[in-house]
């Protein structure tokens, strides 16, 4: 009954308008209508639009009922398939399955995790000095000696050379207990690993025969720890800063992400910036940090080792690992340390992004590392961007800069900060972000999580 009185309705307003309007015009052009005009413009005409009225009606409710029918064939075909119709994609990951570190402030991720919280400051070394006799603030491992350990580093070695290279080896060797727990299983246990890629990132300035000799020595322990010689592909790059670190980081992720992800990749850096020469070089290029110059670099040294793998590379995995979702990057519209006022959009943005495409809440995050080191410009962009996208989590206190601790170590201070992010997952059963910020105008995040809570 509805129906119809709506319908009646239509007609009626319908055939009342074309009346008026007719009635109307023959009266301003003083028309006397004949017989004909009276049929079709006060019958004809109000019959034609409501037909054509009625045939849209028509189309809207059949191609109405098309959709909804072809959204329930989906529905069903969906539930036949052990689906639901509101899954969302599986998000992008690796397995960071270890870490191991050397760093001023400690050798194991953890113990620089702790140190991190209490904002180590930078420290004056005695042994490096400005050309006037003063010392210079540097951060040195003290642990390692080159001239002690001559003997476990290849004979080959140039001088420059054999530092960095004795804190790889001691970051590798760190790694070794990890590295036998996924070495190739001689019963052909289809879950075991195929092949160990390792991409060493080496400073640009190391001589690429010393570069070879570090990566030798790593394949002859790696032969001790289970991993054949033929089933491991390295790779000797020569690495400026963290630009560096972060494309061996995305490369490894693509690798990871394709069909026959059987394969572990193995990145490591180091880095050692604490010579004389370099110290001479920074101060006639007004590069290092001072009263003249608190935006200068902090003479470092560090190295680091990670192991990644496939998101599922076992059922029970012989360690702790974390996950590794996908990196995004943004670049500032300027330097950083050019600006006169520091704007955080680009980072902010980023990180907003990152977060959404882990899948992870923003209030799961427990924690934010990142690779700036002590230059206030960029810590000061880092928090304006964490003050804004997270709420429950202290801009400072919160956020982790792991380049204070290390100084200035190109490439592999990214790396240690992996390794920190790794072992904060763990230790705080929380997720945590990575932000690599230590370039002047490139930014990277991604998010780290723990597979227990993914």
Same mark, same amino acid.
């Given at each position: ?10 007609a009626a307003l319908v055939i ?180 160990l890629r390792i991409t060493w ?24 720890? =289970? ?100 990196p995004f990057n943004a670049q ?70 792991? =380049? ?51």
């Open positions: 009954m509805a129906t119809v009185l709506r319908a009646a309705g239509l009342a308008l074309v009346w008026a309007m007719v009635i109307v015009a023959w009266q301003q052009s003083n028309h006397s209508p004949t017989q004909s005009d009276l049929l079709v413009y006060l019958v004809l005409v109000p019959t034609a639009l409501l037909a054509a009225i009625a045939s849209i009606r028509a189309v809207v409710r059949w191609n109405t009922k098309r959709a909804e029918a072809k959204e329930a064939a989906r529905a069903d075909a969906t539930k036949q398939n052990g689906e639901t119709t509101d899954a969302t994609p599986a998000p992008k990951r690796i397995a960071l399955l270890g870490a191991s570190i050397v760093s001023p402030l400690g050798d194991e991720p953890k113990t620089l995790l702790d140190a991190l919280a209490e904002s180590p400051a930078p420290k004056l070394d005695e042994q490096l000095q400005r050309d006037d006799g003063s010392p210079i603030f540097a951060a040195r491992v003290a642990t390692v000696d080159e001239h002690a350990d001559a003997h476990a580093l290849p004979a080959t070695l140039s001088n420059d050379a054999k530092r960095p290279t004795a804190l790889g080896l001691r970051a590798f060797d760190g790694l070794a207990k990890t590295l036998a727990a996924y070495a190739p299983n001689p019963s052909g246990n289809t879950s075991s690993p195929t092949r990132l080496f400073n640009e300035e190391v001589l690429s025969a010393d570069c070879d000799a570090l990566l030798r020595t790593l394949v002859a322990r790696l032969k001790t720890l =289970g991993w054949p010689a033929e089933q491991v592909v390295h790779t000797g790059l020569p690495a400026r800063d963290a630009r560096d670190a972060i494309t061996a980081i995305e490369q490894a992720f693509v690798a990871l992400q394709k069909d026959t992800p059987r394969d572990l990749h193995l990145i490591g850096a180091c880095d050692s910036f604490i010579t004389n020469a370099c110290v001479e070089t920074l101060q006639r290029d007004r590069r290092l940090f001072g009263d003249d110059c608190p935006a200068g670099l902090i003479p470092g040294e560090a190295a680091a080792a990670i192991l990644l793998g496939p998101a599922a590379l076992l059922e029970n995995p012989p360690a702790p690992y974390v996950f590794v979702h996908q500032r519209e300027q330097a950083i340390d050019d600006v006169k006022r520091v704007t955080a959009a680009e980072l902010s943005t980023l990180i907003e992004k990152t977060v959404a495409d882990s899948g992870e809440a923003p209030a799961k995050l427990g924690l934010v590392v990142t690779d700036i080191d002590h230059r206030p410009a960029a810590n000061a962009e880092l928090a304006q961007a964490v003050g804004e996208r997270f709420e429950h989590l202290d801009p400072v206190a919160d956020a982790f800069s792991v =380049g204070r601790a290390t100084g200035h170590a190109g490439a592999a201070t990214t790396l240690v900060t992996l390794a920190v992010a790794h072992a904060a997952v763990l230790e705080r059963q929380a997720s945590v972000l990575f932000v690599s910020a230590q370039g002047a105008i490139e930014r990277t995040a991604f998010v780290v999580t723990n597979p227990i809570r993914s």
